[in-house]
């Protein structure tokens, strides 16, 4: 396994995320315990020693059954990570009452890291509220003792990360983001990379595979890289790219059963980053993924010819992650922070913006097509 250093703390570079674990019929609340436990126990004994839970994975079970598969082991043999839910608004009043729970739940007297979970378009504003105490309880806890380290995860973009460490950023230990090599430019994970390298603030990955669709690529893709690496396998090029980026230090993993976990501990075994071809290669199939969607460039020509006005380069970046995706949560969570007379359905149809769009693109009927895939 290889271990970074992160203050003086070996982590092992593939961490074990709890959002995905096995489950009984398909029902994501009913977690296979006797399996998860199976996991823990080999993750254990591989030497994988960070593992990342949350309040709200798995219907709220996530944190009783890492707890106790856990508590199998000693105290200080491994690390534990849970989250601040921020992403229902109905929880910023209750930071304590949660955090208190989540002890409970996970049978801890402490945690080792601890995430504002979430920060996002939604939640910000009330993120950085006073009124709700949550990063004043949350510092107070690192003071006693309960949390070790602090840090935050966030889905919301470039503008919205920096403005929570415009606030926060000084007390910010770690941050988790959504980063692979799709998402390098399709969600502008390199400029939020280069913005938390600014503040010296390590990485956590999450989604290093996109959810499973960068674990397989097209025949015609797979054979380039086979012939890069004849003994790579194609999800282990996802990983190799996060060993390339400077200032990854842990890599989360959502495995939902024991052989896809062996598999990635093998790949963690070793060190392999991207050449410059390699890496060109990798990034050259990424665009190619990414054909199909729109091509906005964020000229912003479009937008003073709205006469809603209608942020449209927002709106079309979310279409694309929308329809690329297939669904998701993150433009509809995006756009909760969107007032309703801004929303795709708003687009009344008249192809003003259309007229001075450099790139062609049909914007009212990517509007309308929007709309329709929300309400659908």
């Known amino acids: ?46 030497g994988v020693n960070y593992y990342d839970t949350a309040w709200g994975y798995h219907d709220g079970n996530s944190e009783l059954v890492m707890g106790k598969a ?19 608004l109905s929880n910023m009043p209750k930071v304590e009452k949660i955090f208190e729970k989540q002890l409970e739940k996970c ?25 709700y105490g949550i990063y004043d309880y949350l510092i107070g806890q690192k003071k006693n003792g ?31 983001i959504q980063l692979n090599y ?22 956590w990955v999450m989604e290093p595979l996109r959810g499973g669709r960068l674990a397989k690529l097209p025949e015609k893709e797979t054979a380039v890289l086979n012939g890069l690496r ?7 090029w996802a990983f190799r790219f996060l060993q390339s980026i400077p200032g990854v230090t842990l890599v989360l993993s959502g495995m939902s059963d024991l052989e896809q976990m062996k598999e990635n501990i093998r790949t963690f075994e070793t060190e392999k980053p991207l050449s410059e071809e390699e890496m060109e290669t ?46 998701g949560f993150l433009a509809p969570m995006a756009l909760m922070a969107v007032p309703q007379e801004k929303q795709p359905s708003a687009c009344v149809g008249c192809h003003s913006c259309e007229k001075v769009c450099p790139q062609q693109i049909k914007i009212s009927e990517a509007m309308a097509d929007f709309n329709r895939k929300l309400k659908g």
């Not at 019929?25 to 126990?41: H, L, R, W, Y």
């Not at 049978?107 to 996002?120: A, E, I, P, Q, R």
């Not at 998402?183 to 390590?202: G, M, R, T």
């Not at 460039?297 to 479009?302: D, E, I, K, L, S």
């Open 1 to 46: 396994m290889i271990y970074r250093d992160f203050q003086g703390i070996r982590l092992s570079a593939l961490g074990m995320g709890a959002m995905r674990l096995p489950v009984v019929n398909g029902n994501d609340a009913e977690i296979d315990s006797a399996a998860t436990e199976e996991m823990v126990a080999y993750a254990m004994e591989q």
């Open 230 to 236: 004849p003994d790579e396998r194609i999800p282990a």
């Open 146 to 176: 309960r949390i070790k380290h602090l840090g935050f995860s966030a889905h919301g973009n470039y503008d919205v990360m920096k403005r929570f460490l415009e606030a926060y950023g000084k007390d910010m230990e770690f941050c988790q």
């Open 70 to 88: 856990l508590a199998k082991y000693p105290r200080d043999s491994f690390y534990l990570a849970t989250k601040f839910p921020g992403y229902d």
């Open 182 to 203: 799709l998402d390098w430019s399709f969600q502008d994970a390199k400029a939020k990379v280069e913005l938390l390298n600014s503040y010296h603030i390590p990485v």
């Open 107 to 131: 049978g801890v007297d402490y945690f080792d890291f601890y995430l504002f979970h979430n920060v996002c378009e939604m939640n910000i504003d009330a993120y950085l509220d006073e009124k």
């Open 282 to 327: 990798l990034l050259t199939i990424a665009d190619g993924m990414l054909n199909g969607t729109l091509p906005c460039t964020a000229c912003r020509y479009c937008t003073g010819h709205c006469p809603k006005g209608l942020d449209i380069p927002m709106l079309l970046n979310l279409y694309n992650e929308h329809s690329f995706t297939g669904g």
